[in-house]
């Protein structure tokens, strides 16, 4: 069963283009680390919320991924740029479809 992680970025004001510059690059390594897909969107109503979504096999895989010196190097890169706490969150994936 697929494991899903969610993840909800509040950044500050006037830094969603720097954040995302630091981020993006970041959350691209995942499927080397074994997530099976990632996605990342933008609320409409509110440039400041990001909503990251990525998929593993196992949570083993995420916990590697997020404890990664590459990656803790991003997360410390862009430390003054969102609101602390982060605390990322477990879904159980109930349905999926994709063209």
Known sequence: MSEVNVIDWHVNPFRADRWYAIW????RRAPSFGATSYSL????DDHL???QTTIWESRADFDR?????????AREEALDLYNKPLLPGWHV???????
């Open 24 to 27: 993006m690059p970041a959350l």
């Open 41 to 44: 969107t933008r609320a409409e």
């Open 49 to 51: 919320h990001f909503v």
């Open 65 to 73: 991924f997020w404890a990664s010196d590459e990656i803790a190097r």
């Open 93 to 99: 994936l109930l349905a999926a479809e994709s063209a």
